[in-house]
């Protein structure tokens, strides 16, 4: 496996350390606790790394993609036939979550919010206009998944729990224009793919975050959930020079072990980087081909392009793909993921969580 050199390692080794001394001084506050006020003391310089969770990396691996499906983000009323949820979202509007996820860690307020009050600032950071922020950060707060759990309930009895929860909880706070009132508006307008052309064109007074429960729990030190990994604070500006696959597979290769194998059948589907249905097709129930897929060759090439792509920017120390047995396997720097595994002599507490094999 790659190791960085002894420099960076013991660079990075006091970073670590000096993370876990800023949650165990006396007076300054766990910037993991979720209601709790940051307290940074003056003699400690910011941090140049921070947490991300591994559920939301996981998920942007997933989700990431261009939008060919209806959904009710698309229409106004309800429809039996369309999926309630949203399959995908854009590269632009995934790194607008990281960076929230980032900002919420260091910035939050005692009752856990994070306020954004300059919305042109934020949007700067990330290359884009307000204009378009705001529909990233609808986008994010309207997303909705899915959640399975296995439990015991009061009789004793195994069940099956089924739920619903956001990726983030977000607050709108719009300012009233010249002679508007409370009577000027009216909710039945405010629905569908009407709010998005309301706020886009609003001006916003501040806008009020704050993580799912899940994401909150896996970025704790010691998470009962994925856990979380520890980053490079470049991590924003180097997923947006990336191309969406190379995005995709920078995600999801961060949220695992440095060096990993994984077949090409498991790479695509529904649970990693759900490509089934680019390379595969769409099919109804009764196995009608409704759209055609661009086919194995064309995907696996554009995979190798995409981890081409991360190996020249330094996030990949080697990769392959083995024609023989269908497997892809890569390594991945301390260029912008500090795994523990990468630096063996720091605290493992200081990233804790559950790794997994795609073997």
């Not at 595994?341 to 073997?359: F, M, R, S, V, W």
């Amino acid at each position: 496996m790659s190791k960085p050199d002894d420099k960076t390692a013991e660079t990075i080794k006091k970073q670590f350390n000096a993370l876990e001394e800023i949650e165990t001084l006396n007076g300054i506050v766990c910037p993991t606790s979720s209601s709790s006020r940051i307290f940074v003391a003056k003699e400690i310089k910011p941090l140049p790394i921070h947490r991300q969770a591994r559920g939301y990396l996981k998920t942007t691996a997933k989700l990431v993609g261009k939008d060919m499906e209806r959904t009710l983000f698309t229409l106004p009323t309800f429809e039996s036939d369309i999926n309630p949820y949203k399959e995908t979202f854009t590269k632009n509007t995934a790194i607008t979550g990281n960076l929230l996820i980032s900002y919420w860690q260091n910035k939050r307020d005692e009752n856990g919010i994070y306020t954004i009050s300059n919305l042109s600032a934020l949007a700067e950071t990330l290359g884009v206009t307000p204009q378009e922020l705001k529909l990233y950060l609808v986008y994010l707060g309207g997303y909705q998944y899915p959640i399975i759990k296995h439990g015991i309930d009061p009789k004793g009895r195994k069940i099956l729990s089924i739920y619903s929860d956001k990726l983030f909880y977000i607050k709108f706070n719009i300012l009233y224009k010249d002679g508007e009132t409370k009577d000027s508006f009216t909710d039945d307008e405010r629905i569908g793919t009407g709010i998005l052309n309301f706020i886009k064109n609003r001006d916003i007074a501040s806008v009020e975050i704050s993580p799912s429960q899940s994401i909150q729990e896996d970025l704790k030190t010691h998470s009962k959930g994925l856990g979380n990994v520890l980053v490079d604070d470049r991590f924003v500006a180097f997923s947006l020079g990336l191309s969406d696959l190379a995005y995709k597979i920078f995600c999801y290769s961060g949220s695992n072990r440095p060096t990993y194998k994984i077949s090409f059948d498991k790479l695509v589907s529904g649970k990693h980087l759900n490509l089934e249905k680019q390379v595969y097709g769409v099919y109804s129930e009764a196995g009608k081909r409704l759209r055609a897929g661009q086919g194995k060759t064309r995907i696996l090439t554009r995979i190798t392009e995409a981890l081409r792509e991360l190996k020249d920017k330094g996030h990949l120390t080697k990769w392959a793909y083995d024609e023989q047995v269908d497997d892809f396997s890569w390594t991945y720097s301390s260029e912008i993921f500090k795994h523990k595994e990468l630096l063996p002599h720091i605290k493992a507490g200081a990233t804790e969580g559950t790794d997994e094999t795609g073997q």
